[in-house]
């Protein structure tokens, strides 16, 4: 089983503050996707990295996947309370044919 | 565009009860279908994933089964729920032949009693 761990598991900040999640592994992974996910509800996609040394931004955040494609960061800047969710990161091995999902970053951002 | 439905959105069974649970996807052909199930604040373990009508993987041996009746019907079920089966339950379509893109439903809270 390859496995994804995720760091911090939980993480309170206050409103305007920046953070760094991050998403590790032994394994190579042909991409990985980073998805957030509310109380009640599904997932919902934000960005995936292909590419050794990738880096993605959407709007406050910025998404990195590492050189070795194992590891991956998401950084958000100046968090907001619209922020506030549990953040996943699934990797893919394309030989595999499914996606293995971490356990996850609470975030809570306080006003 | 492509949209997901499951239903029910929450269910409270009791123990030794049947199960149904149905999701269906509009605006795409043959897409991968998956079943995941998450416990409370945690990632999402792999359940079920179909590539095709009545093609049906199994991830973990468990009290669970899946049917794809139809090209854009996944289904889950069980004969006798346990304690243990409650969670929150996602359906899931595939985008990409390579990136894995997921697109998740709205989810079933099951309460096992």
């Known amino acids: 089983t390859q496995l994804l761990e995720q760091s911090p598991q939980f993480l309170s900040i206050q409103e305007g503050e920046n953070l760094t999640v991050y998403c590790n592994s032994s394994s190579v992974f042909s991409s990985l996707q980073w998805y957030r996910q509310e109380p009640g509800e599904g997932p919902v996609l934000l960005v995936t990295?292909?590419?050794?040394?990738e880096v993605k931004k959407l709007k406050r955040l910025t998404f990195q996947f590492g050189d070795a494609r194992k590891d991956s960061s998401l950084h958000i800047t100046a968090a907001q309370p619209g922020d506030t969710g549990l953040y996943l990161c699934a990797g893919v091995h394309t030989n595999a044919g499914k996606s293995t999902f971490g356990d996850g970053t609470t975030l809570t951002v306080k006003p | 565009s492509q949209t997901i439905h499951q239903w029910p959105a929450t269910l409270v069974q009791p123990v030794g009860s049947p199960l149904s649970l149905e999701c269906t996807v509009e605006?795409?052909?043959?897409?991968?279908l998956y079943w995941y199930r998450q416990a409370a604040g945690r990632g999402l373990q792999l359940l079920f994933y179909s590539v095709g009508i009545g093609q049906i993987s199994s991830e973990v041996p468990q009290n669970l089964s899946a049917s794809r009746p139809q090209d854009r019907q996944f289904i889950l079920s069980s004969k006798k729920l346990l304690l243990s089966d409650s969670g929150f339950y996602l359906c899931?379509?595939?985008?990409?032949?390579?990136?894995?893109?997921?697109?998740f439903g709205p989810g079933t809270r099951l309460t096992v009693t």
């Open positions: 605006g795409t052909s043959n897409p991968n």
């Open positions: 899931a379509w595939r985008r990409g032949i390579t990136t894995y893109e997921q697109y």
């Open positions: 990295v292909v590419t050794g040394g």
